[in-house]
């Protein structure tokens, strides 16, 4: 079966600007054009797109996704490395999740100190604003 960019793009859940960006950098093969000069994209791309959509909706990086895509392409490969990337990428999640709990806590307590009020004391305001020189 064929599809077109429009077609692979809604299956995926993906922009067509995102799908031509794949095929420029060689993430997704550039495909067949029909005689009216239309991407024709089998199946083996929609499956392809829809392990990089899923890749990215995991947060791995266009070059985890591209050694991701490398090691599923080769089914005899020792999974160790794909362990070692995706662990790579749970470490850097994990400190993320770190990061945006003391973001929340930060926020929580300028939230909590606006007592209500002008805005020209409000506490809000005042942490965000750059410090006076």
Do not use: W
């Amino acid at each position: 079966m064929a599809f077109t960019i429009g077609e692979i793009g809604k299956a995926t859940r993906t922009n067509i600007e995102t799908v031509r960006y794949y095929e420029r950098i060689g993430l997704l093969a550039r495909p067949n054009r029909g005689a009216n000069n239309y991407r024709s994209y089998g199946q083996d791309a929609l499956d392809r797109l829809s392990f990089i959509r899923r890749s990215r909706d995991l947060g791995f990086s266009l070059e985890q996704v591209r050694a991701l895509l490398g090691l599923s392409d080769d089914r005899t490969h020792d999974c160790a490395e794909v362990d070692r990337i995706s662990k790579a990428h749970l470490v850097e999640v994990e400190r993320k999740i770190e990061d945006l709990t003391v973001l929340g806590r930060e926020l929580r307590a300028v939230i909590d100190s606006c007592d209500g009020g002008i805005v020209a004391h409000c506490r809000i305001i005042e942490a965000l604003a750059p410090p006076e020189r």
